[in-house]
């Protein structure tokens, strides 16, 4: 069994704060990790993927990888009302023929407050 | 930019009806999958596709069948549609790096 825990929320910040939010996977041969935005209603949107260890940036978004961990975790700089929304962590073993299949955290429901 | 359409937004049905959800991607990914979303249990796989004509099962493929005649298509069939099938379904597809692309979603309710 694959499993892909993340942080249970919800999980509330001011206006401007730092969200953190995040996903430890037992697989240690896991190789590719995601993070998805989910609006209420509507469907799971790609904000970053991560493969080697360390931080990836991108605008507000950073994404870390602990491979000797099994953690990966999303922070949110400035953190604006707009980014309310549940996050899920998705991670890619890669073996045999579950190649290309992710498995899903629950996901972390964040409210960024005014 | 890509693009995942599901042949419908909304979608009411009878038990024991036949139910055809269609899946199309533009980007000719090799891979494409059937999700089900219902509200406490997350994501759950039901069937996905490597390539055309070719299926694996995911974790919860009962009651359901595919169908991938051409690459860019993937089906998902609910063969007799039962109540406890109501759900919002979700197709996706994935790069060869394996970010995976969704489509709006299917909200089916079966009465």
């Known amino acids: 069994q694959k499993e892909v825990e993340q942080n249970s929320g919800p999980l509330s910040v001011p206006e401007g704060a730092i969200a953190s939010l995040n996903c430890t996977y037992s697989?240690?041969?896991?190789?590719?990790f995601f993070w998805y935005r989910q609006y209420s209603g509507k469907s799971p949107e790609l904000i970053m993927s991560?493969?080697?260890?360390g931080d990836k940036e991108d605008g507000r978004f950073t994404a870390q990888l602990n491979k000797a961990s099994q953690y990966v975790s999303l922070l949110i700089r400035d953190s604006q009302p707009s980014d309310s929304a549940t996050y899920l962590c998705?991670?890619?073993?890669?073996?045999?023929?579950?190649?290309?299949?992710?498995?899903f955290g629950r996901g972390t429901q964040l409210t960024v407050w005014p | 930019d890509v693009k995942v359409t599901q042949s419908s937004r909304y979608l009411v049905k009878r038990t024991g009806e036949k139910v055809f959800l269609e899946c199309v991607q533009d980007?000719?990914?090799?891979?494409m999958f059937w999700y089900r979303q219902d509200p406490g249990l997350g994501l759950r796989l039901i069937y996905f596709?490597?390539?055309?004509?070719?299926?694996e099962k995911g974790d919860i493929p009962e009651g359901y069948s595919v169908s991938r005649e051409k690459k860019e298509r993937f089906s998902l069939i609910l063969e007799s549609a039962s109540t406890n099938q109501t759900s919002m379904y979700l197709c996706?597809?994935?790069?060869?790096?394996?970010?995976?692309?969704f489509g709006p979603g299917t909200r089916l309710t079966v009465t």
């Open positions: 596709s490597y390539d055309v004509k070719m299926k």
């Open positions: 996706a597809s994935s790069t060869i790096t394996n970010e995976q692309y």
């Open positions: 991560i493969y080697s260890n």
């Open positions: 980007m000719d990914h090799e891979n």
């Open positions: 998705a991670v890619r073993v890669g073996r045999g023929s579950t190649l290309g299949r992710l498995y």
């Open positions: 697989d240690r041969g896991s190789q590719s």
